[in-house]
């Protein structure tokens, strides 16, 4: 498949100024079309959105932002980093009027609206009544469910970064943590099988330093299930499941990149009204 060289895609955005208010960059090349969908969405008319560039990772980003910060890049531009666990690891977030990083995990943290999850249920289903969905899903209930089962496994993988352990963390993905055959599910006995794992073979502390340091995290990632979600990766892990318990109510595997799709054309995003008004704070549609 053909594909833009780093430096072609360091260009990309001049051939789209002429219809651009706002060129804004984003970490992940593969998922533009979301945000495109998503940023208008939310923003509607306040700004004029082209395009949104993908620079392929964080540390890119924060290049871009540093550029613009510098002078080096012209134009304008905004800024949208995923929160992943930088507030907990005290990571060096750039500070600038153009930059914006998610207080959740990642942009499909906020792809988890009930009404939204029923109405693709629905269309999949259409004599179903919304009502009903909601009666029979308890969407809410799940999302907590999932949460809470996540939480020690996502503790761990913010042990693994805080100490640089080099162990393979939140991009081993969902599948070594669920059941095999039939609809998956989430078997706690493989999570507990990976934190055992790094609890007896990390080199920073002893297990019971590791619990507790454990409960630390667990205490900084919040105090309820809400608050810890957003520690929690929407993308490889909670959109997967809502997946397999669609397919519990019987609908049809949509595929990860397609059910995101289509929530980011149901979902309000009222979660992400500091997004909007950072951007109406620039001044535009004024």
């Known amino acids: 498949m053909f594909e833009y060289s780093r430096g072609a895609k360091g260009i990309k955005p001049k051939f789209h100024k002429f219809y651009n208010e706002i060129e804004v960059y984003v970490e992940d090349e593969d998922d533009e079309n979301l945000y495109e969908k998503l940023l208008k969405q939310i923003i509607g008319d306040l700004v004029k959105i082209g395009r949104v560039f993908g620079v392929g990772g964080k540390r890119n980003l924060y290049d871009k932002v540093g550029d613009y910060m510098s002078g080096r890049l012209k134009g304008s531009v905004f800024f949208i980093a995923d929160g992943d666990f930088e507030r907990l690891l005290d990571g060096k977030i750039p500070v600038a009027d153009r930059f914006h990083m998610l207080e959740e995990y990642c942009i499909e943290n906020y792809l988890f609206e009930e009404e939204a999850i029923c109405k693709i249920i629905q269309e999949e289903k259409p004599r179903l ?158």
């Open 129 to 286: 009544k919304i009502g009903r969905i909601k009666k029979d899903m308890k969407i809410p209930e799940c999302l907590e469910m999932y949460v809470n089962e996540l939480t020690s496994l996502f503790a761990c993988f913010i042990f693994v970064q805080i100490h640089k352990l080099g162990e393979a963390n939140v991009k081993i993905g969902i599948g070594r943590f669920i059941s095999n055959g039939g609809i998956p599910r989430l078997e706690k006995k493989k999570i507990d099988r990976y934190v055992n794992r790094v609890r007896k073979s990390n080199p920073v502390s002893g297990g019971k330093e590791f619990d507790k340091e454990i409960r630390e995290i667990i205490k900084a990632m919040g105090d309820n299930w809400r608050e810890r979600k957003r520690y929690i990766c929407g993308k490889n892990y909670l959109l997967p499941l809502l997946r397999f318990e669609m397919k519990r109510y019987s609908v049809r595997d949509l595929g990860t990149k397609s059910l995101r799709f289509r929530l980011a054309n149901h979902c309000s995003f009222g979660s992400l009204l500091k997004l909007k008004e950072q951007v109406k704070g620039l001044g535009y549609g004024n």
